[in-house]
C-alpha cells in the first residue's frame, strides 16, 4: 500500500496474515536510485492482532483510521 507522507518518514507498508492469524506489518521507505528500487526506514512488526491494526498505523504514521 502506498503512504502519503507522515511523521515516520516510511511511503510504503505492507499487512501479511501469517498462518497463527496474526499479522506481520512493514513501514519502509521506498525510492528508485537508477532504475533499482532502495528500501530504508523499515519497521517491522510482528504477532499483531487483527483488533491492533488501526493503532499500530496510527502510532507510526501519525494518521487515524475510521471505518
Known amino acids: 500500500?502506498?503512504?502519503r507522507s507522515n511523521?515516520?518518514?516510511?511511503n510504503r507498508m505492507k499487512?501479511?496474515?501469517t498462518p497463527?492469524?496474526?499479522y506481520t506489518v512493514e513501514f519502509y521507505r521506498q525510492v528508485?536510485?537508477?532504475?533499482e528500487p532502495v528500501?530504508?526506514?523499515q519497521q517491522t512488526f510482528e504477532?499483531?492482532?487483527?483488533e491492533d491494526l488501526p493503532s499500530l498505523f496510527t502510532s507510526v504514521t501519525g494518521y487515524d483510521?475510521?471505518?
Open 32 to 35: 528508485l536510485v537508477d532504475w
Open 47 to 50: 504477532m499483531v492482532y487483527g
Open 39 to 41: 528500501i530504508s526506514n
Open 20 to 22: 497463527n492469524d496474526t
Open 15 to 17: 499487512i501479511t496474515l
Open 7 to 10: 511523521k515516520a518518514k516510511v
Open 1 to 3: 500500500m502506498d503512504l
Open 65 to 67: 483510521t475510521h471505518l
